[in-house]
């Protein structure tokens, strides 16, 4: 297992990628939790397996759209950057960038 950096470790003075449209994702993630609110009233009240199902569906590729964008901010951001400077971290960016990609392959 791979541990990850912690944002003293990564520098008080980094910024992240999705920095310019934070208030965007927490929108967008405070709408992913009142879906999984209401998958989870759902079983609560014995709803149609098939409904619950098209409900997971959607909460799924509510996640999968937020998990793209925030790497593609990563790409663009971070692993350009560092790619820029060179050196050790551009190897470390990318290998954290592919990483995430095989995970989301996966998932």
Do not use: F, W
């Amino acid at each position: 297992m791979t541990t990850q950096a912690t944002p003293a470790k990564r520098g008080a003075e980094a910024t992240h990628g999705y920095i310019s449209d934070k208030p965007g994702y927490l929108a967008r993630l405070k709408r992913i939790e009142g879906q999984a609110r209401g998958i989870h009233r759902m079983v609560n009240e014995d709803t149609y397996c098939i409904d619950i199902l098209t409900q997971i569906s959607a909460l799924t590729s509510a996640l999968e759209s937020v998990a793209l964008g925030l790497l593609d901010d990563h790409l663009k951001h971070c692993v350009v950057s560092a790619a820029k400077a060179g050196g050790p971290e551009a190897e470390q960016k990318m290998n954290e960038a592919s990483q995430a990609i095989a995970r989301l392959v996966k998932s």
